[in-house]
């Protein structure tokens, strides 16, 4: 695994940091952790609980989904975007649909964009411009009344 903290975010620069990770299942575990340990500093006034867990569903996907040929990788990045935060999960291979499932009760899958689509105030999906697909979500009040480069 592979990470980036910019310490120093600005408008022109609004990254706070990224992990690139290995599409193999012990990186969901890996990702919240570090998530976790890397936004903690910026004090966001959201729940990072909620971020972690939408993080999980979506390196979830993403390994389970995207290529896991020797060079795929699962990117997750993580913005301020004035009082928001994104945070996006690049998926390796080819540009996949992504959609929301309605699963059936006894399912035991097909419920983490529901969680995504439920706790985030956004989200959505697209081509990702390091191949493959990318998949956002928003948290739109992260650092209410602040915004970066003026206040915070």
Known sequence: MHYVIDRYPTEESPR?????????????????????????????GCSIDDCVLLISELVTNAVRYGERDDTA???????????????????????GEVRLRCPDADDANGRGLLLVDAIA???RTGPS?????????V??????????GVGG
């Open 139 to 148: 948290v739109a009040d992260a650092w209410p009344g602040c915004v970066l």
């Open 16 to 44: 706070l940091g990224a992990m690139i990770l290995y599409p193999t299942p012990d990186s969901v575990p890996r990702a919240r952790r570090w998530f976790r340990k890397f936004i903690a500093p910026y004090d966001p």
């Open 129 to 137: 411009h390091f191949g493959g697909t990318v998949v956002s979500f």
């Open 73 to 95: 990788r699962v990117r997750v990045e993580w913005f301020r975007d004035r009082t928001a935060l994104r945070v996006e999960v690049h998926n390796p291979g080819v540009p």
């Open 121 to 123: 105030d956004s989200w």
